[in-house]
Nanobody, 115 residues
Framework: QVQLVESGGGLVQPGGSLRLSCAAS????????MGWYRQAPGKQRESVASITRAGSTNYADSVRGRFTISRDNAKNTVDLQMNSLKPEDTAVYYC?????????WGQGTQVTVSS
């Protein structure tokens, strides 16, 4: 089974950048969809960005143009480059992997955007 570990979270000022990384314990090449979700206090978990095996990407309207998702099947990693961060981006960010009859989540990494 694939296990996911996120890293790269932290405290950043509004307008700043962070790069989150998700490292998988096994191959992600067979994962149909890799994605990043986030959950802010008192809110439901929401999809932020996703990328298919073919490299097609999808973004939430709130982050489109500011965030970029990428996957490296050789390194078994999925990254999320976050630019022009806003206070409303503050949340715990989770990595997700999906294929038929399988789904995995990481433990999450905290991102706080504050001056």
């Amino acid at each position: 089974q694939v296990q996911l570990v996120e890293s790269g979270g932290g405290l950043v000022q509004p307008g700043g950048s962070l790069r989150l990384s998700c490292a998988a314990s096994g191959s992600i090449a067979s994962m149909n969809l890799m994605g990043w979700y986030r959950q802010a206090p008192g809110k439901q978990r929401e999809s932020v960005a996703s990328i298919t095996r073919a490299g097609s990407t999808n973004y939430a309207d709130s982050v489109r143009g500011r965030f970029t998702i990428s996957r490296d099947n050789a390194k078994n990693t999925v990254d999320l480059q976050m630019n022009s961060l806003k206070p409303e981006d503050t949340a715990v960010y989770y990595c997700n992997a999906k294929r038929v009859l399988f789904i995995a989540w990481g433990q999450g990494t905290q991102v706080t955007v504050s001056s």
